[in-house]
């Protein structure tokens, strides 16, 4: 009997504490939420950061930002602490981070390229920036013309792995129906990415960038918006403007496309079990069509009224399905246009550029030196060296450089999310992970 009145008082005080901790969490959130609401709104469209959340519990990464620096001790009672405090040796915290880890196994991030002509450089350093800030494991598919593939292997053999980082190499190939039309497609091999998810039958989502990618925070963090995908979408892309005045689609096509201004494709993130799935609206015929049934007629329709080649296709298909498609900001896919007449990327003012995107071969010839210091800065990088004395310093000297151009004016949007990925990936290691 006693022994029981001792267990009914243990309930009863567990009861009590659940219950004085439920309402001081409950008063805190209701104190913040008038502050924090708008805020939050704002970051939430610009920073997926659902998946991070959860990725941050087993490695907190990004604690040090969200959270108090308050060192808390293993005895702190954890209905004392304050909601925003980091309880790293609380006992919730543990029992979480240990479930975590074991119901999610690191996922493995795949991330393809398609690299022809004279882009060898040029996708070693887009490779380059994924490794230096990624934080799970990432697998390269590189599809390469057959006279790059010793080049590739001899370099790749020699980057750091610590068995983070695997790469497997294709061959260009196109359906044998229309070959030639599909390597004719604006540039020589720049329609392969329409075949990945057939191609790539094994493979669920996929990381398409073109070779002129420059990663200035982890892949990671651009991963984490398939998370956000609501059950209809199957793709997510950037607007190919924010201003509709200096917009090519606006203007100039002679083709559908989505939205105000079209889609820009040069950073795709794709569920590619759900491409494969869907049945897709068309202008062709009445009936659906699935990826694979779609691309010859859409080229046949529209190859007299294209000009950008397989983007004006995207943009196409698009069109007739916009609920597929799940549109982040400008500065997930950061290009000249968003400077050279003035800045009009606001998120990437507000927060920084996240990927940037040098088309029009910007890294290589001086017509916009802030895009060209950027990557020579990651191409001039050796991997081991200490980030900020070898990356950010020369980086910021040469940005300064650029003043007298719209780009230049802004280049502290060049470096702002460039500085905060060193400073973390600084805190990831401090931390050990
Ligand atoms: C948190 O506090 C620790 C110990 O006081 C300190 O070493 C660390 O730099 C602090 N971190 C941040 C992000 O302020
Ligand atoms: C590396 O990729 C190949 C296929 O390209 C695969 O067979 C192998 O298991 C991968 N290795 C690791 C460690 O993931
Ligand atoms: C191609 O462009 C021409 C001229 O603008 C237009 O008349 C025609 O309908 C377009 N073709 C298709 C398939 O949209
Ligand atoms: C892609 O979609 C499939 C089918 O809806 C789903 O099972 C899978 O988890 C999705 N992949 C990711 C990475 O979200
Ligand atoms: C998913 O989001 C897209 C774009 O916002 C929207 O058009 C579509 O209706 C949404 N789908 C569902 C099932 O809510
Ligand atoms: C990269 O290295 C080249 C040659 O050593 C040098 O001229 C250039 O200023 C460097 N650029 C940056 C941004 O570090």
Same mark, same amino acid.
């Given at each position: 009997m006693r022994r029981f009145a001792r267990v009914t008082l243990l309930f009863l005080g567990c009861g009590v504490c659940s219950l004085l901790y439920g309402v001081r969490q409950l008063a805190l959130s209701l104190e913040q939420e008038a502050g924090g609401a708008r805020q939050r709104q704002a970051r939430d469209s610009a920073a997926p950061d659902g998946g991070r959340q959860a990725g941050s519990a087993g490695r907190g990464e990004e604690g040090a930002g969200r959270c108090k620096n308050l060192s808390v001790s293993f005895w702190n009672s954890y209905w004392m602490l304050p909601s925003d405090v980091c309880g790293v040796n609380c006992f919730w915290e543990a029992a979480f981070r240990y479930s975590y880890m074991k119901t999610q196994p690191s996922e493995t991030m795949h991330l393809a390229v398609v690299a022809c002509g004279e882009r060898l450089e040029e996708t070693i350093t887009m490779l380059r920036s994924a490794i230096i800030f990624s934080i799970k494991p990432l697998q390269f598919h590189i599809f390469a013309e057959d006279q790059l593939h010793e080049s590739f292997k001899d370099i790749l @053999?020699?980057? $750091? #792995?610590? @068995?983070k980082v695997n790469y497997t190499l294709y061959p260009i190939t196109f359906p044998s129906e229309g070959a030639k039309e599909w390597k004719k497609l604006?540039? $020589?091999?720049? /329609?392969q990415r329409l075949f990945l998810p057939l191609i790539l039958k094994d493979v669920d989502s996929l990381l398409y960038v073109d070779t002129d990618i420059l990663f200035l925070r982890p892949v990671d963090d651009i991963w984490s918006f398939l998370r956000k995908f609501n059950s209809t979408q199957i793709a997510a892309m950037a607007p190919e403007h924010e201003e509709p005045r200096i917009g090519w689609y606006n203007r100039f096509a002679r083709h559908p496309y989505y939205g105000a201004t079209g889609i820009n494709s040069g950073v795709m993130l794709m569920n590619m079990t759900r491409i494969r799935r869907k049945y897709f609206k068309n202008d062709m015929t009445t009936v659906r069509l699935r990826w694979g049934e779609l691309l010859m007629p859409l080229l046949k329709k529209y190859k007299l009224n294209i000009t950008w080649g397989d983007q004006d296709l995207l943009n196409i298909m698009f069109f007739h399905n916009p609920e597929s498609l799940y549109i982040f900001p400008c500065q997930w896919n950061y290009r000249p246009d968003h400077c050279? #007449? @003035? /800045?009009?990327?606001k998120e990437a003012e507000e927060e920084g550029i996240f990927i940037l995107h040098g088309n029009r071969g910007v890294y290589h010839d001086d017509k916009q030196p802030t895009f060209r210091a950027v990557y020579e800065a990651i191409k001039n990088y050796s991997f081991g060296d200490d980030l900020v004395r070898s990356l950010l310093q020369p980086l910021e000297l040469e940005l300064q450089k650029t003043v007298h151009t719209y780009c230049g004016r802004v280049y502290e949007v060049f470096m702002k999310q460039l500085k905060k990925s060193v400073r973390d990936l600084s805190v990831r290691r401090s931390k050990g992970s």
């Amino acid at each position: 009997m006693r022994r029981f009145a001792r267990v009914t008082l243990l309930f009863l005080g567990c009861g009590v504490c659940s219950l004085l901790y439920g309402v001081r969490q409950l008063a805190l959130s209701l104190e913040q939420e008038a502050g924090g609401a708008r805020q939050r709104q704002a970051r939430d469209s610009a920073a997926p950061d659902g998946g991070r959340q959860a990725g941050s519990a087993g490695r907190g990464e990004e604690g040090a930002g969200r959270c108090k620096n308050l060192s808390v001790s293993f005895w702190n009672s954890y209905w004392m602490l304050p909601s925003d405090v980091c309880g790293v040796n609380c006992f919730w915290e543990a029992a979480f981070r240990y479930s975590y880890m074991k119901t999610q196994p690191s996922e493995t991030m795949h991330l393809a390229v398609v690299a022809c002509g004279e882009r060898l450089e040029e996708t070693i350093t887009m490779l380059r920036s994924a490794i230096i800030f990624s934080i799970k494991p990432l697998q390269f598919h590189i599809f390469a013309e057959d006279q790059l593939h010793e080049s590739f292997k001899d370099i790749l @053999g020699d980057f $750091p #792995y610590e @068995g983070k980082v695997n790469y497997t190499l294709y061959p260009i190939t196109f359906p044998s129906e229309g070959a030639k039309e599909w390597k004719k497609l604006f540039k $020589p091999c720049a /329609s392969q990415r329409l075949f990945l998810p057939l191609i790539l039958k094994d493979v669920d989502s996929l990381l398409y960038v073109d070779t002129d990618i420059l990663f200035l925070r982890p892949v990671d963090d651009i991963w984490s918006f398939l998370r956000k995908f609501n059950s209809t979408q199957i793709a997510a892309m950037a607007p190919e403007h924010e201003e509709p005045r200096i917009g090519w689609y606006n203007r100039f096509a002679r083709h559908p496309y989505y939205g105000a201004t079209g889609i820009n494709s040069g950073v795709m993130l794709m569920n590619m079990t759900r491409i494969r799935r869907k049945y897709f609206k068309n202008d062709m015929t009445t009936v659906r069509l699935r990826w694979g049934e779609l691309l010859m007629p859409l080229l046949k329709k529209y190859k007299l009224n294209i000009t950008w080649g397989d983007q004006d296709l995207l943009n196409i298909m698009f069109f007739h399905n916009p609920e597929s498609l799940y549109i982040f900001p400008c500065q997930w896919n950061y290009r000249p246009d968003h400077c050279i #007449y @003035g /800045s009009n990327c606001k998120e990437a003012e507000e927060e920084g550029i996240f990927i940037l995107h040098g088309n029009r071969g910007v890294y290589h010839d001086d017509k916009q030196p802030t895009f060209r210091a950027v990557y020579e800065a990651i191409k001039n990088y050796s991997f081991g060296d200490d980030l900020v004395r070898s990356l950010l310093q020369p980086l910021e000297l040469e940005l300064q450089k650029t003043v007298h151009t719209y780009c230049g004016r802004v280049y502290e949007v060049f470096m702002k999310q460039l500085k905060k990925s060193v400073r973390d990936l600084s805190v990831r290691r401090s931390k050990g992970s």
